[in-house]
């Protein structure tokens, strides 16, 4: 039997996370625990937190998990896992161990599927260096995966939001717009090219990314996932109390993904990351409206963006790209705060 | 009239449908597009109005009829006046939201319900913590719309951050989709949602 897990679900990835306009509204309510150690909270909308053990080590803590992105079971349990740990080398952390967060539907699907699942997870956090040493599954339905991690870092060597200086370039290591082209594949409109080029970059680690950060001591950094590329730098821009001007022309997009959303092609979760962000950006009057969109496109596994001084990055580029991550660009650049947070030009 | 159907599809299958429909349309030419889901009626209009595309909703039992209208030539886009006016910056919200049910404060004299309202609206701007959200419903609509008396106060709310929810039901009940002046168009499920967790309601 053939199994297709995108049957299952309307929005797969990480465009079934919930609106970020709605999260924001009930974290307001929820009192942030109060404590020394605690290094890094949600406070300046980070992507994991960081709890100081002594002098020399913190722990980086973070989760993910989300419905099916594509229709093989191992593939899917290989993007959630290189999804979910992404969070720690965003921070500047080396993952260490993990737990499975399973949902899965034993009524509906071969156990097979919830074997291959596992598997691709288990492969991908080997790969990472990451073991996985327990988890938990529920029955439900649609299936649902990814890792619970902790990682280590030194106190001292935090890459958070927070550390984006104005003047530094902004880098990003991996093309944006795999949420168009898996709401494109799920209405024929993706070459199988285009999908399997989506699915290497969703897979790939940003782990050789995380490497070069460390060699070059970058303080500014996150990773591009649910909130799209724009929600993410706006995350970066209000954290680190400065401006961004992102050049979307510049920025890397994965194979027809223009063509996609000029044909229509445009996920819920894109209105959905625009409606939160746009009271803070400032778009161009000529911004070209498909690149204005892909900007908003919530990215299952997506790469770094980090913030980088402006003489060190011919440098940077070049190490990244013989890292193999070969569509690494410069895609912007911070300023001194000013009236709005983000710069959207073409 | 061309019908593009997009009942039983999830976004982003309806906006496909309905860029396919525009590309196909002549300029001044209209068809009407059909949705059954809010979520794709909401992103639709927001789509529609990005591509300066001119449209009038109807509603009925949870199907919303958009007739599409493709506008000829370019369209000015840019409102002289938002460049023009000052931006206000950094003011203090409050967890209360004001509720406008009705273009009048209070019963009696209706003249002087105008005035009470006119006047509670103007006052707002100048409280210490405004609202974190101001709701519009039924005869409240009439408020934020271009020629109402209290635009420009609204806008200038809304310039002060505060949000500013207009019931869609009601805008398209009394026709006044082409004469909102302020606000975003919502719907019952987020004016209630955001009506049960405020801290305080304020109704005139």
């Known amino acids: 039997m053939k199994i297709d897990l995108l049957q299952m679900v309307e929005s797969g990835g990480c465009s079934a996370k919930i609106s970020p306009k709605q999260l924001e509204e009930i974290l307001k309510y929820l009192p942030l625990p109060k404590d020394p150690n605690i290094l890094v909270d949600i406070d300046t909308h980070d992507d994991a937190g960081v709890y100081k053990v002594n002098d020399d080590l913190a722990l980086v803590l973070t989760t993910d998990f989300f419905p099916p992105v594509c229709s093989d079971p191992y593939e899917f349990g290989q993007i959630a896992a290189a999804n979910s740990i992404s969070d720690v080398y965003a921070m500047g952390g080396d993952p260490v161990l993990a737990l499975n967060i399973m949902m899965f539907p034993a009524a509906k699907l071969p156990m097979e599927a919830y074997a291959d699942i596992l598997k691709g997870g288990f492969d991908k956090a080997s790969e990472a260096g990451v073991r996985i040493i327990g988890g938990h599954t529920l029955d439900d339905y649609p299936p649902k995966y990814g890792l619970a991690v902790v990682g280590y870092i030194h106190p001292g060597k935090i890459i958070t939001n927070a550390g984006v200086i104005p003047g530094d370039s902004l880098i990003l290591t991996k093309p944006i717009g795999t949420g168009v082209i898996l709401a494109g594949h799920r209405l024929g409109m993706v070459s199988d090219d285009n999908l399997a080029e989506a699915k290497r970059l969703m897979k790939l680690l940003n ?29 970066m821009a209000k954290a680190s109390k400065v401006s961004l ?20 092609c445009i996920p819920g979760a894109s209105f959905r990351n625009l409606d939160y962000a746009e009271k803070d950006i400032d778009f161009a009057s000529d911004l070209d409206y498909n690149l204005k969109m892909i900007a908003f496109d919530a990215q299952t596994s997506g790469g770094l963006l980090f913030s980088a001084p402006s003489d060190k990055v011919n440098k940077i580029l070049e190490d990244l790209r013989s890292a193999g991550l070969s569509d690494s660009k410069v895609i912007g650049y911070a300023t001194e705060p000013k009236e709005k947070c983000i710069y959207l030009n073409n | 009239m061309r019908i593009v159907d997009t009942k039983g599809h999830l976004c982003p299958a309806p906006l496909i449908a309905a860029k396919k429909a525009l590309k196909e349309t002549a300029g001044g030419e209209s068809f009407i597009l059909l949705t059954d889901n809010q979520t794709s009626f909401d992103n639709l209009s927001r789509f529609l109005k990005d591509n300066k595309a001119d449209f009038q909703v109807s509603e009925s039992e949870s199907i919303w009829t958009l007739t599409i209208t493709k506008t000829i030539g370019e369209v000015v886009l840019t409102n002289p006046e938002d460049y023009c006016a000052p931006s206000i910056t950094h003011f203090e919200k409050g967890n209360y939201v004001v509720v406008i049910s009705s273009d009048k404060m209070g019963e009696g004299d209706e003249e002087l319900g105008h005035l009470l309202m006119a006047n509670f609206i103007k006052a707002l701007k100048d409280l210490d913590e405004l609202p974190s959200k101001m709701v519009f419903y039924n005869n409240g609509v009439k408020l934020a719309t271009k020629s109402s008396p209290v635009i420009e106060h609204l806008r200038d709310l809304e310039k002060m951050g505060v949000e500013l929810m207009l019931c869609a039901t009601c805008i398209s009940h009394y026709s006044l989709e082409s004469v909102v002046g302020a606000g975003t168009v919502s719907n019952m499920y987020t004016i209630t949602e955001v009506m049960a967790s405020a801290g305080n309601i304020i109704k005139p």
């Open chain 1, 207 to 235: 782990k050789t990314g995380a490497e070069v950060m460390k060699r070059y001591n970058i303080r500014g950094a996150t990773d591009i996932t649910g909130f799209g590329l724009a929600g993410h730098t706006l995350k």
């Open chain 1, 245 to 264: 001007i992102i050049n979307m022309k510049e920025v890397p997009l994965i194979g027809n993904s223009y063509q996609l959303i000029d044909d229509g």
